[in-house]
């Protein structure tokens, strides 16, 4: 069996996604998720003119040699475009293996570790009345964990907070920007966390998105200021390009912390993992090097009894989502999978095998990874540029959005 051709797809219903498709010479294809949010066509670029005229030829079957090829064959290692582009091609071969097999993937990886993969659900308001409404309706659709953020008093557009029915940082035309308060974020997110407690109890797993937003003794102020409350665990409370930089937070803090959805490699997370100074790795399949790479990211953290929660946005397409569950299903240091559900749009140009119910979602029995796209619904949906916003503090200083 040879790769016969491959193709990249760059569509938008709803939002902005790249999906490589990769054929072999017997006719069966796989497909993996090249989505970069903002960046997408440098992506498509990176398939197109560099990636796949050295697929061609190549027998689909040797993944490991092909996931070195892109990535020490380049010379020029890592980065988010790179390995993107290397993700998007891993999880299509992965997805070719498997359907040859006639398997779904994760007994390709090494059969279940678990009947179901917990997710977590993302509660959003206005302010902390609002937020309590959307938690509520998350628990009763089911869901044992809850992400929660909330408006801020005195600050708008604040990271997490919907302006309509689903939340969607990228907004088109050039990037927007907003204005933050870390005294006033300080201030105000233990209110949040202490009203939810007293409204529905200790039972539901809550989590919190700081996305990069604070200093490190920062960081630990607030993480134990959210002691009582019992969080599952604090979010990218502090950017991560210095790991040594935890070791403050875990001086004065013991919720947890998880950290990762930005990180490319094994290298941006070595010294986080080795000096245990977070509880999850947050890494995704298409920013991490696909399956190949995750596999080796999460059995590091086994060693140090850290666990696995991968990004799950709706900045990552059906094809991520699906894949990652397989991979969730398998990896014995699993955590728990961020959900968010992708707009009917998405659903239609994307379906899947992969399914939700009473708090646990299950990839499908479907030879593959369970994940398709139909091209010609997909070609009814351009590209559509569209920008991240940007922060800066109250007196104009550019801050980490």
Request: negative net charge; glycine residues 8%.
């Amino acid at each position: 069996m040879k790769i016969h051709s491959a193709s990249v797809i760059v569509t938008s219903p709803g939002r902005n996604f790249v999906t490589l498709k990769i054929v072999t010479d017997d006719g069966v294809y796989g497909i993996g998720d090249a989505t970069l949010n903002g960046r997408e066509l440098a992506v498509a670029s990176y398939l197109n003119d560099h990636v796949i005229p050295c697929l061609i030829g190549r027998d689909p079957h040797q993944i490991e040699d092909i996931w070195q090829y892109l990535y020490k064959g380049a010379y020029w290692r890592r980065g988010p475009v790179t390995m993107a582009a290397i993700a998007a091609v891993d999880t299509a071969l992965w997805d070719i293996k498997a359907k040859v097999a006639g398997l779904p993937l994760y007994q390709l990886l090494g059969g279940r570790s678990r009947a179901g993969v917990m997710v977590y659900a993302h509660a959003n308001g206005r302010d902390v009345s609002e937020t309590l409404d959307r938690v509520g309706e998350y628990i009763e659709k089911g869901y044992k964990a809850i992400r929660a953020q909330s408006g801020i008093p005195g600050l708008d557009g604040v990271y997490g907070v919907a302006k309509g029915k689903f939340y969607e940082p990228a907004t088109k035309g050039l990037p927007q920007e907003s204005t933050w308060s870390t005294e006033r974020y300080l201030d105000f997110v233990p209110t949040l966390f202490e009203a939810l407690r007293v409204k529905y109890g200790m039972e539901p797993h809550l989590l919190h998105d700081v996305h990069h937003r604070l200093t490190p003794i920062e960081a630990a102020r607030l993480g134990k200021a959210l002691e009582p409350y019992r969080l599952f665990w604090m979010e990218d409370p502090t950017p991560a390009e210095n790991q040594e930089a935890f070791r403050l937070i875990r001086q004065h803090t013991v919720t947890p912390v998880a950290v990762g959805e930005v990180f490319n490699t094994i290298w941006d997370c070595k010294t986080l993992i080795e000096e245990q100074l977070i509880d999850y790795i947050r890494a995704s399949l298409v920013h991490a090097g696909g399956i190949t790479h995750l596999r080796r990211i999460a059995d590091l953290a086994a060693l140090y009894q850290i666990r696995t929660g991968s990004h799950g946005a709706t900045d990552l397409s059906p094809v991520c989502m699906g894949a990652a569950l397989h991979f969730d299903l398998w990896v014995p240091n699993f955590g728990i999978q961020e959900h968010m559900a992708h707009c009917p749009e998405t659903d239609e140009v994307f379906p899947h095998a992969y399914s939700f119910k009473g708090g646990y979602m299950h990839p499908g029995e479907v030879p593959g990874h369970g994940v398709d796209i139909d091209e010609k619904l997909a070609a009814k949906y351009p590209y559509n540029p569209a920008y991240l916003p940007v922060a800066r503090l109250e007196d104009g200083t550019l801050w980490n959005w």
